[in-house]
């Protein structure tokens, strides 16, 4: 046990690196259907002197999605030079939704963004806080009903900006976080002054950028 009175890191990494490799495979399934799906409308066009607009604009909107799942694939890497720095939070909830569109468990699943009050900059790894965020959505996931959404709150709480993640119809008071993803949160969150928090849902808190420069 850490002086935290968590798991070994060791147990964090491992987690994290389980959903990492989820979202790996999933960014990857999209990728192989876009360019299938560029390749099966470049065949249609060879040969014609004077594509059909149609097949253009879906050449064009398949490039384009193309383009949206690079850029998603370059959040997945964990960067051992980053640092912290002044972000907002709304930044990372939209970057982790992105991400998990693509996890097996996440598919066919909505994730709400909400900012409940007025949610303050803080201080921290804009990398590491989107994949936090990532692994909380992907706890939430346990809740899921037929429904099937997720709602990410963010909140100002004090000296801390609250980031949870609920089930819609997950049952009241439902704890979604268990001890490797709460090892896997706080290890990714070591630099940023954030931390697991536990029900309902998943939640994340990290200092806020004021209270992060009156304690420094």
């Given at each position: 046990m850490?002086?935290?009175?968590?798991?070994?890191?060791?147990?964090?990494?491992?987690?994290?690196?389980t959903?990492?490799?989820?979202?790996?495979?999933?960014?990857?399934?999209?990728?192989?259907n876009?360019?299938?799906?560029?390749s099966?409308?470049?065949g249609?066009?060879?040969?014609?002197s004077?594509?059909?607009?149609r097949?253009?604009r879906?050449?064009?909107?398949?490039?384009?999605?193309?383009?949206?799942?690079?850029?998603?694939l370059?959040?997945?890497?964990?960067?051992?030079?980053s640092?912290?720095?002044?972000m907002?939070?709304?930044?990372?909830?939209?970057?982790?939704?992105?991400?998990?569109?693509?996890?097996?468990?996440?598919?066919?699943?909505?994730?709400?963004?909400?900012?409940?009050?007025?949610?303050?900059?803080?201080?921290?790894?804009?990398?590491?806080?989107?994949?936090?965020?990532?692994v909380?959505?992907?706890?939430?996931?346990?809740?899921?009903?037929?429904?099937?959404?997720?709602t990410?709150?963010l909140?100002?709480?004090?000296?801390?900006?609250?980031?949870?993640?609920?089930?819609?119809?997950?049952?009241a008071?439902?704890?979604?976080?268990?001890?490797?993803?709460?090892?896997?949160?706080?290890?990714?969150?070591?630099?940023?002054?954030?931390?697991?928090?536990?029900?309902p849902?998943c939640?994340?808190?990290?200092?806020?950028?004021?209270?992060?420069?009156?304690?420094?």
């Amino acid at each position: 046990m850490t002086a935290r009175g968590h798991q070994d890191p060791g147990v964090g990494v491992a987690r994290w690196l389980t959903v990492h490799d989820d979202l790996l495979r999933g960014l990857a399934h999209a990728v192989s259907n876009r360019l299938a799906t560029v390749s099966a409308l470049a065949g249609m066009l060879e040969g014609d002197s004077a594509p059909d607009p149609r097949f253009v604009r879906g050449l064009q909107g398949d490039a384009e999605q193309l383009e949206g799942l690079l850029q998603t694939l370059r959040m997945l890497p964990r960067r051992e030079e980053s640092s912290v720095e002044p972000m907002l939070v709304s930044d990372a909830a939209d970057a982790a939704r992105r991400l998990v569109e693509h996890h097996p468990a996440l598919r066919d699943v909505t994730v709400q963004v909400e900012a409940l009050n007025d949610v303050m900059p803080v201080l921290a790894d804009a990398t590491a806080l989107t994949h936090a965020t990532a692994v909380c959505l992907v706890a939430a996931a346990r809740g899921l009903g037929s429904a099937r959404t997720i709602t990410l709150t963010l909140a100002t709480a004090g000296d801390e900006v609250q980031l949870r993640a609920v089930a819609t119809d997950a049952a009241a008071g439902d704890d979604a976080l268990d001890a490797i993803d709460r090892a896997a949160i706080d290890w990714l969150l070591s630099a940023s002054h954030g931390r697991a928090d536990s029900a309902p849902g998943c939640g994340i808190g990290v200092t806020t950028l004021q209270a992060s420069r009156r304690r420094a």
